[in-house]
């Protein structure tokens, strides 16, 4: 959950049985739907069996761990809450390591 900074907050929630990373806006009562992304889809990857979720303490990233794919997907967050796939770190890939089925990010 990460504050828009005026009328609400994002929400961002991971789904380890589908791989996908979901988006919301949350207004007062209301959550709204603003995306649905998909690991594997539009060259989004390394978020198999998507199983957490961190926004970066400015607001500008979102981090998700795939224990599936031994790896953290990491996706940019435009003004409007919405993510673009940015890059994916795995485990023993360009000096990456101590990543084989990370589960938690903190």
Do not use: E
């Amino acid at each position: 959950v990460y504050s828009d900074g005026s009328t609400g907050f994002y929400v961002y929630v991971a789904s380890p049985t589908n791989s996908v990373l979901s988006a919301f806006h949350l207004t007062g009562t209301t959550l709204t739907p603003l995306q649905t992304l998909a690991n594997g889809s539009d060259g989004i990857r390394g978020m198999a069996g998507a199983s957490d979720v961190r926004v970066s303490s400015d607001g500008k990233f979102v981090f998700v761990a795939g224990p599936n794919d031994n790896g953290v997907a990491a996706f940019i967050v435009g003004a409007d809450g919405a993510l673009q796939f940015t890059q994916v770190v795995r485990n023993n890939v360009a000096g990456a390591s101590n990543l084989w089925g990370a589960s938690r990010i903190s």
